[in-house]
């Protein structure tokens, strides 16, 4: 069974530092991978997505994942946080076969301090 | 930019009462889906559909029902609402391959009381 695990369900950085949100999946075929993001009160936003082209990818707002297959990893970073950054970060895997609906991890809520 | 509307955004009801949250995309997708989120919480799926005329119940049961009857609109309705209901409940939607992003609108925050 397919599977998304985010360690960390609270990450707090201070502003301009590093960002390093962490997932691994788990998966019997290669795997799509997503990140979004969301804001309070507000739906999901796709920040990028892996579809088995290039290992890292880039995405909205300053942010990338790289993909590692002998991690099963697909950690997501951005050089220097910004307060905006504020907000619950979603990794996700599209479930193999014709449904494709999203699995989702629990969620890890950055905190952003001045 | 996504174009898939959820309304209403905000709803407080009686137990007892009949809802339905109405969900409209507008980019021709075939595929669509509702999630569960419980405030700090993950998503869950609880319906979706492969295109017109086609419903399928997700990973967490839900007592909701779903209909497909046109390709842009997937409402979905509680007969008799409970405390239990409250929740949050995202709509969202796809075209064709597994790989294609999926897109989410705003969400329909369901207060029973």
């Known amino acids: 069974a397919q599977s998304v695990t985010q360690l960390g369900s609270h990450v707090s950085v201070s502003e301009g530092a590093l960002v390093l949100l962490r997932c691994n999946y788990s998966s019997s075929v290669p795997p799509y991978l997503f990140w979004y993001v969301q804001y309070p009160n507000q739906g999901l936003q796709l920040l990028l997505k892996y579809t088995s082209a290039a290992t890292l990818v880039k995405g909205i707002n300053g942010f990338e994942a790289e993909f590692k297959k002998s991690e099963t990893s697909f950690h997501l970073t951005k050089p220097s946080a910004h307060m905006s950054d504020a907000a619950e970060y979603f990794c996700a895997v599209s479930r193999e076969g014709s449904q494709g609906n999203l699995i989702f991890g629990k969620g890890t809520k950055l905190s952003v301090k001045p | 930019e996504a174009d898939i509307y959820q309304t209403p955004r905000y709803l407080v009801i009686g137990t007892g009462k009949k809802i339905t949250l109405e969900c409209s995309q507008t980019?021709?997708?075939?595929?669509m889906y509702w999630y569960q989120q419980d405030p700090g919480m993950e998503l869950h799926l609880i319906h979706y559909s492969y295109g017109v005329n086609s419903t399928e119940k997700g990973d967490l049961s839900s007592e909701s029902t779903v209909s497909r009857i046109r390709t842009e609109h997937f409402p979905l309705t509680l007969e008799s609402a409970r405390p239990s209901h409250t929740s949050q409940y995202l709509c969202?939607?796809?075209?064709?391959?597994?790989?294609?992003?999926?897109?989410f609108g705003e969400g329909s925050w369901l207060t029973v009381v």
């Open positions: 969202a939607s796809r075209r064709g391959a597994s790989g294609n992003t999926i897109y």
């Open positions: 980019m021709g997708h075939d595929k």
